[in-house]
C-alpha cells in the first residue's frame, strides 16, 4: 500500500489545527467491537475537522488530501516513510537519466503506465487517463487551488486566466502539448527543467478514469469544453462526493453533517487488499470530546 496508506492518515492529524500534537492514543485507536475487543480490520481516527472536497483537483487542504490519498493514486510515491526515496506507483520506473526516462535537456519525463491497475468501479487504468488526469488537475484551475504547483514547470505560468480572469486557450494549447500519450507511456514536457517536478507528482494530480469524470459531469477532455470546467463552483463537478480512484481504498459514506468519512477495502487493488477493512474517520472539534 502505497506511503503507509492508512498511517498518513494518523501524521496529517499531526499538522492540522492549532500546530499542538494530539495524543496519538486518543486520536488514533482500533474501533472497538460490541464484545468489548478490539476490530483489529477496522481503523479509527479522530481528526478536528471534515474536509473540503474529495475532488483531488479542488482539494488543496491537508484534511482532504490525507483522505484522497487512499481514494487515488499517482505517477509515483514516497517509499515506505522515507522522505527522500521515491518508488513507481501507477508508473512503471521513476523516470531518471540513468534509466533514460529523463531527457538530456531536463525537460522531458517518461512515465511507462503500469498494465493492471483497476479504477473501484471496474474500468481499466490506461495511458490515455494519465494524460487526461494530468491536464486536468492543470486546467481546472480552482482559484486558490493546487494547479500552480504545476502549471509553472509545465506551461511556464501560474494561472490559466488572463487579469480579467478570462481563461486563456495559449494557456491549453501549453498544456495540451506538454502531456503526450506515446505507446504505453505519458510524456510530460517541462517549460524548463525543474529538479523538483517527481516530488510534486508523488502529492498531486492523481489518476482519473476519464470515462468516469464525464459520466458524473466534468470535462469531456476536448478544447471545446474547457472554459466551462475552469475555475468552477466546489460541487460542479461530480467528483466532489463521487470519487472513483485506483487506491487501496474506496469511498462507502462521507456524511458532512456529521463529519464521518468511511473508507472500505479495495480487494482488486493492483498490489492486493489492504490488511484492513474498513477506515473510519471522525471529526470533533472539541478536544476533549475528541480525547
Known sequence: MRRATVWGLVLAGLFVGCGKKPDEKAAAQPAQSATGGHDKETYVHVSIQDIDS?????????????????????????????????????????????????????????????KGVKFHKGEDLTPDDVAYSLKRFLLYDRAGGPAALLLEPVAGVSTTRDDKNQPLDAVFDKVDAAVQVKGDSVVLRLDKPFAPILTILAHWAPVLSKSYVVSVGGWDGTKESWKKHNNPQKTADGLYDKPNG??????????????????????AHWRGAPKLKRVLIKGVDEFQTRK
Not at 488543496?60 to 490525507?66: E, F, I, L, N, Q
Not at 485506483?246 to 477495502?265: A, H, N, Q, T, Y
Open 246 to 267: 485506483s487506491g487501496p481504498f474506496l469511498l462507502e459514506r462521507w456524511d458532512s453533517k456529521s463529519k464521518e468519512i468511511v473508507l472500505g477495502r479495495f480487494d
Open 54 to 114: 474529495l475532488d483531488p483537483a479542488w482539494a488543496y487542504d491537508t484534511a482532504s488530501h490525507a483522505v484522497t490519498a487512499h481514494l487515488y493514486e499517482t505517477l509515483v510515491g514516497y517509499k515506505g516513510s522515507s522522505v527522500s526515496e521515491l518508488e513507481p506507483v501507477v508508473s512503471e520506473k521513476v523516470p531518471s537519466r540513468e534509466n533514460g526516462l529523463v531527457s538530456a535537456d531536463g525537460r522531458s519525463y517518461t512515465f511507462p503506465i503500469r
